[in-house]
Structures are given as structure tokens and as C-alpha cells.
């Protein structure tokens, strides 16, 4: 064989190869297809257990989204009460004490000039 028939062999078996592998690949198959009732049952079973296992590697993944998303709301949490901590802290440092208003002579309360 030449140097260009070899190549050519050899680029037909990887092709013929990858085929084969594709029918390996899980998913959702169409099973009218199969004309015996084993095969369409065996057909049915496969997609079932497809579907199963792709519920539950859904459904970890987002049980862990939802824990990280529950770690993380803790966090704030911790992070707001330290931060309304510090402003109390700095609400009270900054009073002053108010001077006490006169009481009115009528006994109203003063109103004010707001429109």
C-alpha cells in the first residue's frame, strides 16, 4: 500500500469508529421505531433511566446552588447586624443633648411654618 491508500484507511476506521461510539451516547431515543416489544421496551427503559439520572444531577446541582446561596445569605446577615452595630455605635457618639423647648404660655404646641 502507498503512503496516501494507508492515510486514507486509517481516516476511514477513525470515521467508522466514531459512529459506533455515537450510539453510545445517553439520551432520549425515539422508540416507535423498534418493531419487536422487547426492543421498545428495553427502548422505553433506557430513556427512563436517561431521564433519571438527569433529574438527579439536576436536582444535586441545584441543591448545591441553593446551599452556597444559603451560606452566603448568612454571611450578609452577620455582615448587616456588624454594620447597624457600628452605626448605632456612631449614632450614639454623635448626640448631643438637645436644649429642652420652652412650654407654650396656652399650653398648644408651637407649630411650624412647613408648606
Do not use: Y
Not at 481516516?11 to 425515539?30: C, F, N
Not at 416489544?37 to 436517561?50: A, H, I, K, P, Y
Not at 451560606?71 to 452605626?87: G, N
Request: charged content about 25%; overall charge positive; glycine content about 6%.
Amino acid at each position: 500500500m502507498t503512503g496516501r491508500t494507508m492515510m486514507v484507511a486509517m481516516l476511514m476506521m477513525l470515521g467508522w469508529g466514531s459512529v459506533a461510539a455515537a450510539q453510545d451516547v445517553p439520551g432520549i431515543e425515539i422508540c416507535t421505531a423498534e418493531r419487536t416489544m422487547e426492543r421498545r421496551t428495553s427502548c422505553l427503559q433506557s430513556n427512563v433511566d436517561f431521564l433519571h439520572k438527569t433529574i438527579d444531577k439536576t436536582r444535586l446541582d441545584q441543591q448545591q446552588k441553593l446551599d452556597a446561596a444559603n451560606r452566603q445569605i448568612e454571611a450578609l446577615k452577620t455582615a448587616l447586624a456588624a454594620m447597624q452595630q457600628t452605626v448605632a455605635q456612631l449614632q450614639a457618639g454623635s448626640k448631643k443633648p438637645e436644649p429642652a423647648a420652652a412650654p407654650a404660655k396656652d399650653g398648644a404646641t408651637p407649630k411650624s411654618d412647613a408648606k
